[in-house]
């Protein structure tokens, strides 16, 4: 069985891992090669680095028996362009969706831009953890308030500058972060308003959270885009018994 996993999670590594050891031929698409470095050294994986559209996907799923959807619960774009390709393919697709988390005490907010919108109003330094992706969505705020954490390549070293954030403010670092890490830095940075997405257990969003609550900073949550999918439990379930 060829099964095509597109990932990036920790999750979708996990999984990948699985489905290899079970007999199955895996090739996991990553969008970048930090995603790669995390699956170096792993027996019987194919890798694919780099994003690609709808259309360039097509073409390349006539080999695969299925396709997995691992990539993350905010990655709309990406999870828009598998889903296309693979009814355009006639592959089929499952699609693994990350538990949501439980948060209270928080301000919640549809997206990036309402999070600056909502910010706009306050006082005080601003941790940014949404993503390189993202920090355009920022440009109304003071840069002296703002602090990325970002991902140690040089896709978020460049939004970064392209924004305006000050060198000292940029936190180049591959998580998930413990409790005590993240109440560091906190601490460290005089943080008084933490933005992040929910990336559940597996993107270290609890202890986020808990350090917050812990330092007296105020979680700013972008609410996850609606999605549909399945357990890792029951996909992999399922592929096993296939494969038997």
Known sequence: MKILLFGGTTEGRILAQALSALGAEVTVSV???????????????TLWVGRK????????????????DATHPYAVQATANIRTACETAGVPLRRLLRPASKAEGVVLVDNCARAAEFLSGTQGNVL???????????????RKRLFARVLPIHEGLSACEALGIPHSHI????????????????EQYHIRWLVTKDGGAAGGFGEKLVAAWSVGVTLVLV??????????????ADIKERLQ
């Open 171 to 186: 936190l180049a670092l591959q998580g998930p972060f413990s409790q005590k890490l993240n109440e560091a830095m906190l």
């Open 31 to 45: 969008a970048t090669s930090l995603g790669a470095e995390e699956l170096t050294g792993v027996d019987g994986l």
């Open 128 to 142: 940014l953890t949404t993503g390189s992706k993202e920090l355009s969505a920022f440009a109304r705020l003071e």
């Open 53 to 68: 559209t709808a259309g360039e996907l097509v073409p390349l799923l006539s080999p695969f028996d299925l396709c997995v």
């Open 223 to 236: 609410g996850r885009p609606l999605d549909i999918g399945e357990s890792f439990e029951k996909i992999l």
